[in-house]
């Protein structure tokens, strides 16, 4: 199962530098118009986004080797396996969101000469659901923090209101709801787990994953 994710990882980074390069060409063909001016996303803006899709796929891979971690033979814990791959899903989806919106404002959809996926992240033998949990909230907090990066550099900038809103609006929503659900779920099982740890989370994992 390990290796099958990571050659599901690499895929994906070949398929997004795939993505950029036939973009690139499409857009070097003669004939090809660069003029249009409500496709524009100033320099600044446009990194910053190139940036945030990163940070996308990055938080992804990190949930897939949870995901990876806990459908182990020996740690066996099914709820949480569940929950990181769908968790791993979304992020990777929010990602492709960017992407699109990228090409749907005539740009790369990617920064070739920057983006670079992180597969150094590695969960440590012996971690448990309750601090792969708090790992996956300060993930959470430094996504959304990342994406308040964005939406200040494209106010800052040409205040490309559109991004900002689609941004405000489609992501910082999700991104709070989904920071009080892990807190939610961490606060239970820590009460769960009070008089009986490896009981408290076999039963969280049972009934609340």
């Known amino acids: 199962m390990m290796k099958s ?14 993505i950029y390069q036939e973009t690139a060409q499409a857009q070097e ?7 249009y001016k409500w496709n524009g996303i100033d320099d600044q803006c446009l990194t910053a986004l190139h940036r ?14 949870y995901a990876a971690y806990f459908a182990q033979e020996k740690v066996n814990l099914p709820g949480f396996e569940k929950f990181f791959f769908h968790a791993a899903g ?5 990602g492709i969101k960017l992407i699109e919106y990228a090409l749907m404002r005539g740009q ?29 909230l300060t993930k959470e907090e430094e996504v959304t ?21 689609y941004l ?3 992501y910082l929503d999700e991104q709070h709801k989904g920071q009080r659900e892990l807190a939610e ?25």
């Open 185 to 209: 779920k961490i606060a239970t099982l820590s009460k769960m787990k009070k008089s009986a740890p490896k009981l408290g989370e076999f039963l969280f994992d049972k009934h609340h994953m």
């Open 90 to 94: 979304e992020e990777r989806e929010h």
């Open 168 to 170: 405000t609006g489609e």
């Open 29 to 35: 063909q003669p004939g090809a118009t660069h003029d």
């Open 145 to 165: 923090h990342s994406i308040r990066g964005v939406i200040k550099a494209c106010e800052e900038g040409s205040n490309d209101y559109h991004l900002v809103d």
């Open 108 to 136: 790369g959809p990617v920064d070739k000469s920057n983006f670079k996926l992180n597969y150094t992240y590695q969960v440590l033998a012996g971690t448990d659901g309750e601090s792969a949990l708090r790992a996956a």
């Open 52 to 65: 945030q899709i990163n940070k996308e796929f990055d938080a992804s891979i990190v949930y897939l080797k």
């Open 5 to 18: 994710i990571f050659f599901g990882m690499v895929a994906m980074a070949v398929a997004i530098l795939s």
